[in-house]
């Protein structure tokens, strides 16, 4: 390397490692960085914190999930792993066999495949303690049987069904020691009506969206905490030498 080469790679810095928050689920998910969604505001809330990388699929339920995990987290330093990761299934898994067997996942499986993502996530030093587990939404059977109905099949949920399997999620959490957010109950509280929170009875309406995040933040917030503003406050910014403030470590 020649000696101009050499001044400008220290002249450069070091490269500025960017947290990361993930979440990872499925069309609840993928829908979250539209407008006024649950993962743009959380995306919102840390900027120049952390990234908030969306790895939401639609369609998808936990025994294809388990599959792509790998794909999405590996093993690395310490660095690369997540600071927080959300795991937000079972509106597809809790379908019903009958009226939908290709997203339906039976409840005791839908329990072992969140287990087994915990476990992988832990052997790539993501621990427990990082993760979230995200119960489905309550089901408004009425919304979600007219959707049915438009897209020419019967109604292919129940919300007691659902309630089944975000008991399961939150059994995983317990045994795992990850912290849970239900909103199966919580949406249900003390028999209120649940159904403005959801567009099609299934889905998150923008009152859904920000029901999630105002009790989804709090536990995300305890996580990352500690995280810098990465990169000085541009006040703060010495004129005469900028690279002196902004090739630092960037913990201002």
């Known amino acids: 390397m020649s000696i101009m080469a050499l001044s400008e790679a220290v002249a450069s810095g070091s490269p500025l490692l960017w947290p990361r928050v993930l979440l990872f689920g499925d069309s609840i998910t993928q ?41 999405l987290v590996r093993k690395g330093s310490g660095l690369d792993s997540p600071v927080a990761v959300t795991i937000f299934f079972g509106a597809n898994d809790s379908a019903l066999k009958d009226e939908n067997p290709k997203q339906h996942v039976p409840l005791e499986e839908f329990v072992a495949n969140l287990r087994s993502m915990v476990r992988y996530l832990r052997s790539v030093d993501v621990p427990e303690g990082r993760l979230i587990l995200i119960t489905p939404p309550p089901l408004c059977e009425a919304a979600w049987a007219q959707e049915c109905l438009q897209q020419g099949c019967k109604l292919n949920r ?41 567009s099609d009875g299934l889905h998150l309406s923008p009152k859904g ?15 990352v905490s500690s995280l810098p503003f990465l990169l000085p406050y541009w006040r703060d910014i010495a004129e005469a030498r900028p690279e002196l403030s902004l090739l630092g470590d960037g913990d201002h």
């Not at 069904?161 to 975000?166: D, I, Q, S, T």
């Open 31 to 71: 829908f979250s960085f539209q407008q006024g969604g649950w993962g743009a505001s959380l995306a919102d809330m840390l900027v120049r914190k952390c990234d908030v990388l969306n790895r939401g699929f639609s369609g998808y339920n936990t025994r294809w999930a388990k599959i792509i995990l790998p794909r």
């Open 158 to 198: 129940l919300n007691s069904v659902v309630g089944e399997y975000a008991r399961g999620c939150l059994q995983v959490a317990q045994d795992c020691g990850a912290e849970a957010l239900d909103l199966w109950t919580l949406m249900q509280k003390d028999g209120q009506d649940f159904s403005s929170y959801l």
């Open 209 to 223: 969206n920000e029901f999630v995040f105002s009790h989804l933040w709090p536990l995300i917030e305890k996580k």
